[in-house]
């Protein structure tokens, strides 16, 4: 019988993200022993009866419920698992923080930058912990860069460029609305590729080299209408099939970055690189257990990109699991937020990306839609993390 203290998981959603929690929720405790909680499964939530039933029976939940406000009414509940469409992340979220429940969401925090806000402000009055699923930032190679940038060996940053590509909406066949195609419902996800994709690369920016400052962007909608999932009928796409911006960081660099899901051949292609004074990072999601770096201080005899293959024992995460040389996969980064929460719980320290690290993304996410909408530069007002 294990001596851990409960933490009693209610997860809403049965969706892609729902289930790479789950996992997470499944894997923490076996390779990060030490600590001392030990999630639940307690309940899953979904307005599906024949979909959260077979959700629960497949990944071992002990209840299910139809409707969000009466999981968050159980008592028998302590975390809130946000896994549904951004539309109902801030409803949600301030609704549990009421009644004291702790909230893990997944990314982006909400559709715009006033419900970001208002969910912060819950947060802070209920005082409750919370994270957002910002999970790349624990993929050891990229939390291994921002170690090297903290370190100083970049020196003073220069540049900072992020692109994430994906091809999978290409064709006008394509419905919007429904399971996983909310995506492309403005109603429901708030904007498109800027929060569901150039989110990931905000976050992940800002907490490498600081506040973005201002941006100047330029979206496009390349196919204008879909069939609705929901009405069944043809209607406008409101969301950004493609978003470019360009920025200033509050440290004096410029930032490049680029999303689409029209680029044919790239499936999740999530690549940054950082160009300092002495040395540059860079990083590509299609393989993810590697960082390159290039050090100008380096012997000129043998000076060129080095390729670290980030399976080491000393290396962000690595000794959880395997030996040397063994690489790790997209759903360990979910593992180690996890674990990190749990801790947090044992620490009393915030587990980051918190709710108000988030707020700083989408004003991010918010001045990029406006920039892009008047053609014009705007001020982020987005603070350090
Ligand atoms: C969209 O295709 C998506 O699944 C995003 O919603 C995730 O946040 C991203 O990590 C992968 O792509």
Redesign the pocket.
């Known amino acids: 019988m294990s001596n851990k203290k409960e933490l009693r998981i209610g997860l809403i959603g049965t969706g892609?993200m729902a289930r790479t929690h789950t996992n997470a929720y499944k894997r923490a405790g076996d390779f990060f022993p030490e600590l001392s909680y030990r999630p639940v499964l307690k309940a899953v939530c979904s307005r599906n009866p024949a979909k959260v039933k077979a959700f629960a029976e497949q990944w071992g939940y002990e209840s299910v419920e139809t409707d969000w406000k009466a999981l968050i009414e159980r008592n028998d509940i302590d975390a809130i698992d946000i896994c549904a469409s951004n539309d109902v992340h801030a409803e949600i979220a301030i609704a549990a923080a009421a009644k004291g429940k702790m909230i893990l969401c997944e990314?982006p925090l909400s559709r715009t930058l006033a419900e970001a806000k208002q969910m912060v402000d819950a947060i802070e009055e209920s005082g409750v912990k919370n994270t957002v699923w910002y999970?790349?930032r624990r993929v050891p190679a990229v939390t291994l860069a921002k170690q090297i940038i903290d370190s100083g060996k970049l020196g003073k940053i220069f540049h900072y460029r992020a692109n994430f590509l994906?091809d999978?909406t290409i064709s006008p066949e394509l419905p919007q609305g429904g399971d996983g195609l909310w995506?492309l419902d403005i109603e429901s996800a708030g904007s498109g590729v800027t929060g569901?994709?150039l989110a990931?690369c905000i976050d992940a920016a800002m907490w490498h080299n600081g506040p973005i400052k201002d941006v100047s962007a330029v979206t496009e909608t390349f196919i204008k209408e879909r069939m609705h999932q929901g009405t069944g009928k043809v209607q406008k796409v409101g969301i950004d099939d493609a978003c470019i911006f360009h920025c200033h960081f509050e440290n004096g660099s410029l930032g490049v970055f680029e999303s689409t899901?029209y680029a044919r051949g790239h499936k999740?292609e999530y690549t940054f690189e950082i160009n300092g004074e002495h040395a540059s990072i860079r990083w590509n999601l299609h393989d993810m257990n590697r960082l390159e770096y290039f050090d100008h201080s380096d012997d000129s005899l043998v000076r060129g990109w080095r390729s670290i293959l980030v399976t080491d024992g000393d290396q962000p995460y690595m000794k959880r699991w395997w030996v040397p040389g063994l690489i790790i996969g997209y759903e360990h980064t979910f593992v180690h937020q996890f674990a990190d929460f749990l801790e947090s719980l044992e620490t009393g320290k915030p587990c980051s990306p918190t709710f108000k690290e988030a707020l700083q993304t989408q004003k991010v996410c918010e001045a990029v839609i406006e920039s892009a909408n008047s053609k014009s530069w705007k001020n982020t007002g987005a603070e350090k993390f």
């Open positions: 892609f990314k999970n790349y994906q999978w995506r569901d994709l990931h899901r999740a």
